[in-house]
């Protein structure tokens, strides 16, 4: 910040903090001068992941998730954690859904400010796009060399570059706050994530100082005054938020040492906390100031940016690296497994493959008849796929069967089952041609979507191309560099390629991708009213055995009307040091990182 306001409210408590961890004064939990280095693909980019910009490296997500806190979470497992050493967040209202989200008392910043109300309100804020300029089109004043926004950024709006999308959209209305700790929000429709759709990110004691220059007494203060000028709309300072908020915790990119002059920057509600960033990556000590229930034990992580898989296992063998999980290639895998004193293991990630076929507003309009669609599907060559792209890293894997369900989840294997899934485990070209002569349909043309720059795409396509000719298919190629922004363009194509990250665990991605009225992720204009009355109870569900048996029947539905296929899970590699224990890689979005606080030295008393 511009003047002393800052210093004067957190900045010397927050060296005192970083300059307690680095002292090596610990919780009770920590082994002293243990450490753990860890290598990612993409760099660390932003302080604030929840930004376009910052939302560009997984990186910054993975740091974020390591300092921060949140009421719930996912596990390795697909099963929903509560952490009620942050908080509780509880329904108190079914129609319209209204939660209470609570802080606990323990729950505090890096600099002994408590995290409290304020600071879910400026996550509801920022991620809800609700105090946004109505209309504003922020895309003009978008750096296209860094993606970042231009010095020209307008005065006179208020624009919130959050993670619109997610659920807080959905709560239109400004929360109502209890107590200091307590927040009321109410959703106009019901959102199945609602326990996890709240968390907080920037401290608002802070954003405030920093966006005003004003000179507040004490974090309370400035948080009160943040609450003033949210409540009371007031957009001058809501403006001067969201353009800090924006940009204020994004860094530079330099050589050397890039670890922010202001530590109020750098602060941490969770198990860590940022103590140095360079462009070699970012480390972490654990935060002296954390009471939750996820305490640390490794005191330093080292998250090192390494982008070759192959020079990853050189620092792995050299001593360097003790974690690596790497975009798993055969060779990738043999130079692993060539290094003593690790254990390597193969999984499966939420990523997956799968081909979607245009409903309506494709290119040909070829897959508007549910025959053509059919037909088309009996001729994709999963097993080929599979055996080319996936087995050669995981010799056991096996074809993704469900739409909705990955193996490993609860009642993943009950449902492939019984879902019509079997149908087209393998290619039948003879029921390909019965079906395309029930429709009156000879020689069509496919023109099918993918991303040109992707070998595996490539041989998907290619393996595609000339398994669909022999029921009489013409697949043509649409591929574009620009294929993202060309799903669900009407007249584009009609198939696409690509993969679903399933960040957005849970019922609620049911209903962002399959749901009639969905301009989220409904790509192929699938319609089905059975189906969304299907994802409506699904989204609500909560016992496991009625999950399975909707899932199934949504499952069923999709392969009947020929929406496409899934392929396959992305397969993982994670190699570890052996002098590393508690290491486990999630399928779900923090890899590795999902359980940190629970890594330990082999040797640990």
């Known amino acids: 910040m511009n003047g002393p306001s800052l210093k004067r409210l957190v900045a010397a408590s927050v060296v005192a903090a970083l300059t307690v961890t680095l002292a090596g004064c610990t919780t009770p939990t920590i082994v002293a001068g243990s450490e753990v280095a860890v290598a990612v693909s993409e760099p660390f980019t932003s302080l604030n992941p929840a930004t376009s910009y910052g939302r560009s490296s997984a990186t910054n997500a993975d740091v974020a998730w390591l300092t921060g806190a949140a009421f719930a979470s996912y596990d390795d497992s697909y099963g929903l954690v509560e952490d009620t050493s942050f908080g509780t967040a509880e329904i108190v209202e079914d129609d319209p859904l209204t939660v209470r989200y609570q802080v606990s008392r323990d729950a505090r910043w890096s600099d002994g400010t408590p995290v409290d109300a304020a600071d879910l309100l400026l996550a509801w804020v920022a991620n809800s796009g609700a105090l946004n300029t109505p209309d504003f089109d922020d895309a003009p004043y978008v750096d296209p060399d860094t993606g970042r926004y231009t010095d020209g950024f307008p005065d006179d709006v208020v624009y919130f570059d959050g993670s619109i999308g997610t659920g807080l959209e959905e709560a239109t209305q400004t929360p109502q706050l209890g107590d200091d700790r307590t927040l009321f929000v109410r959703f106009d429709d019901y959102v199945p994530t609602w326990r996890t759709v709240l968390a907080p990110g920037i401290p608002a004691h802070v954003l405030q100082a920093r966006a005003t220059g004003d000179d507040y007494e004490d974090a309370a203060a400035a948080k009160e005054a943040f609450i003033t000028a949210v409540t009371e709309r007031d957009e001058g300072t809501l403006g001067a938020l969201a353009r800090t908020w924006n940009d204020a915790w994004n860094l530079d990119e330099t050589a050397g040492d890039q670890t922010p002059d202001d530590g109020t920057l750098l602060l941490s509600a969770g198990p860590y906390a940022i103590t140095a960033i360079d462009e070699t990556g970012v480390t972490l000590g654990a935060n002296t100031e954390y009471r939750g229930s996820r305490r640390p034990t490794i005191e330093t992580i080292r998250v090192r940016f390494v982008p070759d898989p192959l020079e990853a296992a050189r620092l792995l063998e050299s001593g360097d690296l003790d974690i690596v999980s790497p975009e798993p290639t055969e060779e990738v895998a043999e130079a692993l497994l060539a290094v003593d004193g690790l254990s390597v293991t193969v999984g499966t990630e939420g990523r997956f493959e799968h081909l979607d076929l245009q409903f309506a507003d494709g290119r040909t309009g070829v897959f508007a008849d549910e025959r053509v669609r059919q037909a088309f599907l009996r001729v994709v060559p999963r ?223």
């Open 383 to 605: 097993q080929q796929i599979l055996d080319e792209q996936v087995t050669p890293v995981q010799p056991d894997a096996v074809l993704l069967d469900s739409f909705l369900l990955r193996p490993g989840a609860d009642g993943y294997a009950d449902a492939v089952a019984d879902n019509g899934s079997a149908d087209y485990a393998t290619t039948d070209v003879d029921a390909a041609v019965a079906l395309l002569a029930d429709a009156g349909v000879t020689a069509p043309t496919v023109c099918v979507l993918y991303d040109p720059s992707s070998e595996r795409r490539q041989q998907e396509f290619a393996a595609l191309r000339t398994s669909a000719a022999r029921a009489g298919f013409t697949v043509t190629d649409c591929s574009s560099p620009d294929w993202r922004g060309l799903l669900g363009v009407a007249g584009a194509y009609d198939a696409a390629i690509f993969a679903w990250d399933t960040t957005r665990l849970g019922p609620g991605a049911a209903g962002a991708i399959y749901r009639s009225d969905s301009a989220l992720a409904n790509f192929n204009r699938f319609a089905d009213p059975d189906v969304d009355a299907l994802v409506d109870e699904l989204v609500r569900a909560t016992d496991a055995d009625e999950i399975t048996r909707l899932s199934t029947e949504i499952d069923a539905r999709l392969w009947a009307a020929g929406y496409g296929t899934p392929l396959y899970s992305y397969p993982t590699l994670t190699a570890v040091r052996e002098t590393i224990t508690g290491v486990t890689r999630s399928p779900l979005a923090r890899g590795v990182f999902w359980n940190a606080w629970e890594w330990a030295p082999a040797d640990a008393d």
